[in-house]
């Protein structure tokens, strides 16, 4: 495939450092038998964190079909950051068609196995198609769809895929969150927690809370969010964003050995939407742009946007109730960083996910036993259910707080957000391996898409 870079002299100075670089190291050469990348428009910061890593199964030569953007250049820089970083360097060769017909050359070449989409979720749902539909198997950012329209065709192209053996997957990095995986390990024992309880409405027995900030660094830098990523017509609103991974690790953690029929298995309930205001100066800190570009000039008020980027939903999955809730601020205090809460509350205890000023933004594991329950059987099974865990995590232990226990985690198996994409890849290429993934991550894909989907719509209405 030819290097063809209309009309930049920036992105093939980029290109050159991203070819030329990553060693003399042989175990990296092309080889024709290794899964080849196809990155399709990366237009968010997500799409390099897939190349964090080598890995034996995927061919270095990465070929890249985009537009001629900023967003572009901003990914292969990120490449040229791993080729030459001092510590393990990767080895990527980046071969880079920048035109506007990005896409139909991508569609007629098909040079690679798997197609790597990160980048304006507006988008998202149609490169699904046409990546499926060219006899790519796709490994996408979420969200996958952020409208009815988007769902309907992300399920269209599930069939598609289905029927042509193609993996489609949606990159999941919450369930590699050593805290979530423990939390998942208690909740399956029966000794320990028990069954999930039904909850009401008003009090759910799953509930996942977030805050996120806009304004953040990614791989030691200062991240720059292109300027469509305020735009909810382009972006998405926040219903329908962060949402996919509080959703997935509930379906995940309490529903992954039985399938999710979004038909008659999920009920979506009260939902609400509101926005956060970004002021001109913290617009332009967080994009680099001098102003508001012309597609939000019927957005902005008063010189400031608000982004609706917050949401919470409320519904029902096997006559279980739950919630989720997403909110975002610009940027974190100093010191502070994003926070998680969450519970799942069950007849013999209740297993509690804290990430805040007290546990210094670390996500911290706390089991609370229900009242009523045996003290002493319980601890014991509860005892027995760590040092089941130590043996795979060597050092994971209790900690007695009042009337509950804290899980203490050693340092060596916490692994942030940027590391747990190579732990994506690698259970991607594990699927790939054995030709299929399981039965419930399919219906479960469907589901989660549908409850987003869902709650925007009743948003939208109210």
């Given at each position: 495939?030819?290097?063809?870079?209309?009309?930049?002299?920036?992105?093939?100075?980029?290109?050159?450092?991203?070819?030329?670089?990553?060693?003399?190291?042989?175990?990296?050469?092309?080889?024709k038998d290794r899964l080849r990348l196809v990155v399709l428009d990366p237009g968010h910061f997500h799409a390099a964190l897939?190349?964090?890593?080598?890995?034996?199964?995927?061919?270095?030569?990465?070929?890249?079909?985009?537009p001629d953007s900023a967003e572009a250049k901003a990914y292969l820089d990120y490449i040229t950051l791993y080729n030459t970083?001092?510590?393990?360097?990767?080895?990527?060769?980046?071969?880079?068609?920048?035109?506007?017909?990005?896409?139909?050359?991508?569609?007629?070449?098909?040079?690679?196995?798997?197609?790597?989409?990160?980048?304006?979720?507006?988008?998202?749902?149609?490169?699904?198609?046409?990546?499926?539909?060219?006899?790519?198997?796709?490994?996408?950012?979420?969200?996958?769809?952020?409208?009815?329209?988007?769902?309907?065709?992300?399920?269209?192209?599930?069939?598609?895929?289905?029927?042509?053996?193609?993996?489609?997957?949606?990159?999941?990095?919450?369930?590699?969150?050593?805290?979530?995986?423990?939390?998942?390990?208690?909740?399956?024992?029966?000794?320990?927690?028990?069954?999930?309880?039904?909850?009401?409405?008003?009090?759910?027995?799953?509930?996942?809370?977030?805050?996120?900030?806009?304004?953040?660094?990614?791989?030691?830098?200062?991240?720059?969010?292109?300027?469509?990523?305020?735009?909810?017509?382009?972006?998405?609103?926040?219903?329908?964003?962060?949402?996919?991974?509080?959703?997935?690790?509930?379906?995940?953690?309490?529903?992954?050995?039985?399938?999710?029929?979004?038909?008659?298995?999920?009920?979506?309930?009260?939902?609400?939407?509101?926005?956060?205001?970004?002021?001109?100066?913290?617009?332009?800190?967080?994009?680099?742009?001098?102003?508001?570009?012309?597609?939000?000039?019927?957005?902005?008020?008063?010189?400031?946007?608000?982004?609706?980027?917050?949401?919470?939903?409320?519904?029902?999955?096997?006559?279980?109730?739950?919630?989720?809730?997403v909110s975002w601020e610009f940027a974190a205090t100093e010191g502070a960083g994003d926070t998680h809460y969450a519970v799942?509350?069950?007849?013999?205890?209740?297993?509690?996910?804290?990430?805040?000023?007290?546990?210094?933004?670390?996500?911290?594991?706390?089991?609370?036993?229900?009242?009523?329950?045996?003290?002493?059987?319980?601890?014991?099974?509860?005892?027995?259910?760590?040092?089941?865990?130590?043996?795979?995590?060597?050092?994971?232990?209790?900690?007695?707080?009042?009337?509950?226990?804290?899980?203490?985690?050693?340092?060596?198996?916490?692994?942030?957000?940027?590391?747990?994409?190579?732990?994506?890849?690698?259970?991607?290429?594990?699927?790939?391996?054995?030709?299929?993934?399981?039965?419930?991550?399919?219906?479960?894909?469907?589901?989660?898409?549908?409850?987003?989907?869902?709650?925007?719509?009743?948003?939208?209405?109210?």
């Amino acid at each position: 495939m030819k290097l063809v870079l209309p009309g930049t002299t920036i992105l093939f100075a980029t290109i050159v450092a991203v070819t030329g670089c990553g060693g003399n190291d042989t175990s990296h050469a092309h080889r024709k038998d290794r899964l080849r990348l196809v990155v399709l428009d990366p237009g968010h910061f997500h799409a390099a964190l897939m190349q964090r890593s080598m890995y034996d199964q995927i061919d270095p030569e990465v070929h890249v079909y985009a537009p001629d953007s900023a967003e572009a250049k901003a990914y292969l820089d990120y490449i040229t950051l791993y080729n030459t970083r001092k510590e393990q360097p990767t080895a990527w060769k980046e071969l880079v068609y920048a035109a506007p017909d990005f896409l139909k050359r991508a569609e007629e070449e098909k040079s690679g196995g798997i197609a790597i989409l990160a980048g304006n979720n507006r988008d998202k749902a149609n490169y699904i198609s046409k990546m499926v539909s060219a006899g790519l198997h796709v490994l996408a950012d979420k969200p996958m769809a952020i409208d009815r329209q988007g769902f309907e065709q992300l399920r269209q192209s599930m069939d598609e895929a289905a029927g042509k053996k193609l993996m489609l997957c949606d990159i999941m990095t919450s369930r590699y969150d050593i805290v979530n995986v423990i939390q998942k390990k208690l909740f399956q024992d029966t000794a320990v927690f028990g069954r999930l309880l039904p909850g009401t409405a008003d009090r759910p027995s799953v509930v996942s809370e977030s805050v996120h900030h806009f304004y953040k660094t990614v791989s030691g830098k200062p991240l720059l969010r292109p300027a469509w990523y305020f735009d909810v017509q382009q972006q998405g609103e926040g219903i329908t964003d962060v949402t996919t991974h509080l959703i997935d690790l509930i379906h995940w953690t309490g529903f992954s050995d039985q399938p999710i029929d979004y038909k008659t298995d999920i009920v979506v309930g009260d939902c609400r939407h509101w926005p956060t205001v970004l002021s001109a100066e913290q617009f332009r800190k967080v994009t680099g742009q001098p102003a508001y570009p012309a597609f939000l000039n019927g957005v902005v008020k008063d010189s400031s946007l608000p982004v609706l980027a917050n949401g919470e939903i409320n519904y029902a999955i096997k006559n279980i109730f739950a919630r989720v809730k997403v909110s975002w601020e610009f940027a974190a205090t100093e010191g502070a960083g994003d926070t998680h809460y969450a519970v799942f509350r069950g007849t013999s205890c209740n297993l509690v996910t804290r990430q805040d000023k007290r546990e210094a933004f670390r996500p911290v594991l706390y089991i609370e036993p229900a009242p009523g329950v045996g003290q002493d059987a319980w601890e014991r099974s509860l005892q027995a259910a760590i040092e089941s865990v130590a043996r795979e995590y060597p050092g994971v232990s209790l900690e007695k707080e009042g009337k509950s226990w804290k899980v203490l985690i050693p340092d060596r198996w916490v692994t942030g957000h940027e590391q747990q994409f190579s732990s994506v890849v690698k259970k991607y290429l594990e699927y790939l391996e054995q030709k299929q993934m399981p039965a419930w991550e399919r219906s479960a894909l469907l589901a989660k898409y549908y409850i987003t989907t869902a709650a925007r719509e009743r948003c939208r209405i109210r």
